[in-house]
């Protein structure tokens, strides 16, 4: 017999994201009116219920038709949007890579420029956010958790990550939590298991090799995000609500955000995206470099960094989307494929797949019907199918593929898309990001020549370090002048604000499939583009060694590499305020 303890509940949730908040709050007050309400339990990974990384501008349409009454005042850091730019900022460096057409509009843009960046007249209606509101992720799934545990309906459970979900003859049956101090983990056995793992979760994962993909089905699309919260200058003239959306630096394919809450706070980020083919897309420095931009210094100098953190976006949208439900479970948010490229959007649509499956699950509570795919699909499926959600995931499917082909390519494709409701876009194919990396040749080998590439490489291999930072000198990218307030060393970042370290008891969750694989390996992409340094160099030269308590799990590892494995795991809250 197991002396695995196991547990029975009704409905069992992975993942405490917007996804899993929206499924929540739709039923829980529901829930709180019963005689003898079913027990609905979620389990987040992170060791705080406030997970997350992006500094959120969305239009929050699902997430006002939730709170009618919604007070933004009532969610520390949100405000309502009350100005939006769209910059082209330029490279005052002189470092970046721009193509030769990009170099031709840098010319004429720079006829009109102030600190270096062009105010774009006109901001396309599908990348507006108006009437929205500016969040802090963390912030704001911190809230919706308050409002959750006031009903007394669900349970939160915070440090408790998943490991993978049971199946039984083509029915998921609930989920196994993972092994803690030697201890198996808890085997919770549900009626119905929502999937809301997010961008890398495990469970969605080991659902797919399970099930099957739709036919179709292709996640080549990804970005690393990574962010600041800033405390600005006191002085600083920008009020709550202000949004820029940049495009143009660092490099023309990493686009940012700058995005001011109340409280002198903003939040300021960059997306590395799959279909930037530098072998060494390290993020932090490339942020560093965006928030020295002189536009943006303007008022992010004398600030003070306040946290960091990294995560992974999915940006194969309804591409990426994989079967929605089947017998015992349903999958909601960005695994599901719910995020919205073209508008750039992924809180409000991740929302709003829980709340349609929130409602569907009341209707089948109603009906006494089980949680079958069948019924599932009449419900939740239906519903999404008919949603604002799913028409404007079809006008996005095919709006960033022109990015495949180079960043004015990109876009030409995405105003195209946008203009025509996704009738007109351009073809390409959608290579996975390892397929597309170049190698250091091939990418440096017009700015550095060979012999010295080989050189660094040594150089790097001999004393133990990454390759970014001296290929980024080399190509004339300024030295960051660390002043311990906003410039800080990536290590440093990890320290402050957040709390980054793995929680005791829990086994790797990032490891190496072929060690073998990886002492041949010459690219080493996993160690040039780990968000939180946590794959570094080995001391003999071997496979790189994986530390769990610098990892933010941003899940950057894994999209880069299929030598990776990334698997369910605590810690890697970055900080509240993320
Ligand atoms: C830097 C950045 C900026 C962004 N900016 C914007 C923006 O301006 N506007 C916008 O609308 N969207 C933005 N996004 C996208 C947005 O954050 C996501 O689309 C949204 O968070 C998706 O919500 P979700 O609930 O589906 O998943 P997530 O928010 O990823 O939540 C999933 C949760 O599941 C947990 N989990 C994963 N695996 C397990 C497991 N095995 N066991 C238990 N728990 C698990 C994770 O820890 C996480 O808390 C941004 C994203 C980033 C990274
Ligand atoms: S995981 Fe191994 S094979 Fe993959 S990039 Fe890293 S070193 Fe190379
Ligand atoms: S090891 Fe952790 S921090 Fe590094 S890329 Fe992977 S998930 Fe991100």
Redesign the pocket.
Known sequence: MSDRPAMEVDIVCVGFGPATGGFLHTIAPRLAEMEAPPTVICYERADGLAFGVSGVATRARGIRASFPELDPSQIPMAAPIHEEKLLYLLDPTGASRRSVPVRMLDAIAGLAHDNHAVELPWIPGFLRKDGGLVLSIGQFNQWVSEQLMMTGAVQVWPGMPVAEPLIEKGAVLGVRLADQNGEPGMDIRAALTVVADGPVGPVGRRLDEHFGVPPGFERNDWAVGSKMVVELPSDCPLAPGTVFHTIGFPEPDIFGFFYVHPGNLASVGIFVPSWFDSPVRTSYRYLQHYMMHPFLWQYLKRGKLRSWG?KSLQESGRRGEPWLVGDGYARIGEGSGSTNVLSGSGVDEAWSTGVQLGESVLDLMREKSPYTGENLKRTYVRRRRESWLDKESRVAENARNGFQRGFLTGLIGMGMAGMTRGRVTVHASRRASQDRVRSMEEYFGRRIPQPEISRIEKQCHTDGVPLHDRLMDRLGWPPIPFDGEMLVSHQDALLIGGKVQGAAGFGDH?WFVDREMCELCRRRI?LE????E??APAKDGGAPV?DRE?????????WNCDN?Q?AAGGG?LHSAEN
Do not use: E, T, Y
Not at 529 to 532: D, I, L, T, V
Not at 550 to 558: P, Q, T
């Open positions: 990294a990032v996993c583009m780990c968000s939180g946590a794959i994986f610098k990892c933010v799990h941003c899940g950057a590892c894994l990776i990334f890697g």
